[in-house]
Each structure stands twice: as C-alpha cells, then as structure tokens.
C-alpha cells in the first residue's frame, strides 16, 4: 500500500514513475490460488512427514496398509518406495495426495499438518 502522504522508500519513485506513465496497465491483485499456495510450501523431511502424521494420529502402519490396497502394478509399487525411501517430500507430489485420499483427508486437512509439521 502506497499512501500520498508516504515520504520514504520505494513510494514516492513508483507513485512519481506512475504519473509519468499514466497508460500502463496495472492488474487487479489476484490471491493466489490454494494449489499455488501448496506449490510454495517447503518440503517435509521423512521424519517430520511421519511425526505428522503421527500427531494426527494416523501411523506409519496405517499408510502402509492403505498403500497395499492399491492395485498391483507399477503404480503400487513405485509408491510404496516413494514412501519407503524418500528422504524429502513435497506438498504437491502425487503420493502426498494419493495416501490423502485413501486416508479420506482433505487438501485443508494435508495443509495444516503439513504446516504443522514443519517446525517439527
């Protein structure tokens, strides 16, 4: 926000380079979108996802189980490696939202644990 009465920084040139170019489209603020705000959260390490998802109270056992529901194949297998043997995990990344669904979470629900889990 950029107030006339602003006297320091960056305000007074943009507000003087806007008056001087009165023909430049400016955009209306669009708040970003909840998958691009999933896109810009950190990646969890192994550990803080389980200790997550243990604190939500769904165990390492749990995942597992619901991972083995899968129909067999390339899909199922490629998984259950994810799971094993990632060391990062990212918001946004298909296992975080398969194992959601099959646990019956939402994408709000992923969120607040994932945020959660981050300073874990």
């Not at 603020?29 to 959260?41: G, N």
């Not at 490696?81 to 994408?107: D, K």
Request: hydrophobic content about 40%; cysteine-free.
């Amino acid at each position: 926000m950029s107030r006339r009465s602003d006297t320091f920084g960056l305000n007074v040139t943009i507000r003087k380079w806007l008056e001087e170019n009165p023909k430049f489209p400016i955009q209306p603020y669009t708040p970003p979108t909840p998958e691009e705000l999933r896109e810009a959260v950190p990646s969890l390490t192994a550990r803080q996802l389980r200790l997550g998802l243990v604190n939500k109270g769904i165990t390492p056992s749990q995942v597992v189980a619901a991972l083995e529901l899968l129909p067999s194949g390339r899909a199922k297998d490629t998984a259950l490696i994810e799971w094993e043997y990632a060391t990062t995990f990212q918001r946004t990344h298909a296992l975080v939202a398969l194992i959601g669904a099959v646990l019956g979470l939402t994408g709000e629900q992923i969120d607040k644990m994932w945020n959660s889990a981050l300073s874990l």
